[in-house]
């Protein structure tokens, strides 16, 4: 769901609509993706982890979707909860060949409720792949956000800093462990 997801909020950027613009929003995705995503109506964090409709709720409500969106408190909010009946699922037997789980691409059209349409058209490639890097800012950011809990910001720059020159370090042992980091 991250291609549609990234697809979703591209679409929305620079446009002032609000949820309750948008009437319907589609998405294409493989059979194999589909079948993953199994909560159309998730009530908890784990379960909007396997939820296209919360992907789509979180880009148009939240513009995000990160650690702290995927928690049982935002899951559960009455707006999110409004917008999963608007999202549909359209699954095709097309996969990728290097990676046969998914399909060759995704794509997400959102139809507003003056008429309007915005169509992502074809998505092959997720936010951070290396066809579509993402910046060192745009890194240490997710970064930050993934470790949060296991790091004080001063540990959790050290070591996006190492990992940032991984192939430069003499030995692996000079990156910090979890067990040094909880030591300290």
């Not at 997710?142 to 720059?157: G, I």
Request: glycine letters at 4%; aromatic letters at 6%.
């Amino acid at each position: 769901m991250h291609r549609s997801f990234d697809a979703a909020v591209r679409l929305l950027a620079g446009r002032a609509i609000k949820p309750d613009d948008i009437a319907a929003i589609e998405v294409t995705m493989g059979k194999g993706q589909t079948t993953v995503l199994a909560h159309e109506r998730p009530q908890t964090g784990l379960e909007a982890k396997f939820s296209e409709q919360f992907a789509m709720a979180a880009a148009v409500i939240l513009g995000r979707m990160g650690v702290a969106e995927v928690v049982d408190a935002v899951v559960q909010r009455p707006d999110i909860q409004a917008f999963f009946p608007k999202v549909r699922l359209n699954p095709v037997d097309a996969y990728d060949t290097r990676d046969p789980a998914h399909s060759p691409t995704e794509r997400v059209v959102i139809r507003l409720c003056n008429g309007q349409v915005l169509d992502s058209g074809a998505v092959s490639v997720i936010r951070g792949h290396a066809y579509d890097p993402m910046s060192t800012d745009e890194l240490w950011q997710k970064f930050a956000d993934c470790t949060a809990k296991t790091h004080t910001q001063p540990q959790a720059r050290h070591l996006f800093e190492l990992l940032q020159a991984v192939d430069e370090l003499p030995s692996v042992r000079e990156l910090p462990t979890c067990e040094t980091i909880f030591r300290s």
